[in-house]
């Protein structure tokens, strides 16, 4: 966590000579000292793989625009002159383009139909330059350090005014919480400073390496950016998620039961906000209920447990990416078995 830390202590630091000046509006968020010297914007538009031709437009907080185009390798550069010198907070958006591949081999460009957000509340360089990357990721901490969907934030930049370094910060443990809610077995970085931390968008680079990652995870739960950002608005503690995410596993499952006793048919419902297992039939009647555990994106997606009110027949079971059930049911009686089922209907509102 040093990179991100040191970035923002020294974000801090010009914070605070900031508000220390004299001269009306002389705010936390206001230009930082050295208002007469030029101020460059810089930074890198990527998904995994730049987006070169990309048109990135940066606003300050009056609403002046600035407009510029990324190079091949997706980095940009805006130069204020010293009679222009923008008003923090600046929130970037990046739209159009191409996804290129850079040094990727097996990898064919297509076109970039996606915009990203990037918010920056101080300059943080030497000479009053900033670093705003343009990726999910910078979408993803924008959203969350605003609580809302960061699209809206780019039309109004005063929504910015309260956001400081240490909310960009706090933004980016929550979004990387609610990765590791999606997968719990991955391994997620928290020393990178994705908002404003240089980077190339070329295999090996830590970040770089990060947005496939992300993306894989998404893709593996059937969550797109949008639904991702709109969680991210809410801690990832959150019972209910404002979008859902058990997708991949949640709908209605038929199974039987092998062992003592016979072949059984069991039914069960997994709501896809919640993981909750309800509907819980034996032979078509009873009820029950229980609940699915993430456990990862991989082969095995979650361990299940649920419980039938027909003989208390308790089921505890794993849930492939296929949506098969495979585990073993018991009964307080001493029956049990092994228990298998697939998923005959995928959950409402679900892909």
């Known amino acids: ?89 600046l929130v970037a958006r990046v739209s159009g383009g191409t996804l290129d591949c850079g040094p990727r081999s097996a990898c064919t460009p297509s076109a970039n139909a996606q915009s990203y957000v990037g918010v920056s509340v101080v300059a943080t360089g030497a000479g009053g330059s900033s670093t705003l990357n343009l990726t999910p990721m910078s979408h993803a901490v924008a959203s969350a350090a605003t609580h809302r969907e960061a699209s809206a934030l780019f039309d109004a930049p005063d929504l910015l005014d309260p956001v400081n370094p240490l909310d960009l910060l706090d933004a980016t443990f929550t979004v990387l919480d609610w990765l590791l809610r999606l997968d719990p077995t991955i391994l997620l970085p928290r020393d990178i400073d994705f908002v404003g931390g240089a980077f190339v968008p070329v295999p090996g680079d830590s970040q ?14 059937f969550i797109d950016s949008p639904a991702f950002d709109l969680l991210v608005t809410t ?19 038929d199974g039987t039961l092998d062992g003592s006793g016979g072949i059984l048919t069991w039914s069960a419902d997994i ?33 299940a447990r649920w419980t039938t009110t027909s003989a208390l027949t308790s089921f505890d079971a794993s849930i492939a990416a296929d949506a098969t059930i495979t585990g073993t049911w018991t009964t307080p009686l001493g029956a049990g078995g092994t228990a298998s089922g697939r998923r005959t209907r995928p959950a409402s509102g679900c892909p």
């Open 1 to 89: 966590m040093k990179t991100i830390v040191a970035h923002l202590a020294s974000a801090l630091t010009i914070v605070t000579a900031v508000s220390g000046c004299g001269g009306g509006g002389g705010g936390s968020n206001d230009t930082p000292a050295g208002v007469d010297d030029p101020i460059t914007v810089r930074g890198t538009a990527a998904v995994g793989r730049p987006l070169a031709g990309a048109t990135v437009v940066v606003k300050d907080r009056n609403g002046r625009t600035t407009t510029t185009t990324t190079d091949a390798n997706g980095a940009y550069a805006v130069t204020y002159a010293n009679s222009a010198t923008p008003r923090w907070p």
């Open 208 to 221: 770089d390496a990060f947005l496939d990652l992300m993306a894989a995870i998404l893709a593996a739960v």
């Open 235 to 253: 801690p990832p503690t959150s019972v209910t998620p404002v979008a859902p995410i058990y997708c991949d596993i949640a709908g209605h499952y």
């Open 271 to 303: 709501d896809p906000s919640t993981g909750v297992i309800g509907n819980a039939t034996l032979n078509g009647s009873g009820s029950g209920a229980g609940a699915a555990t993430r456990t990862g994106t991989g082969a095995q997606r979650a361990h």
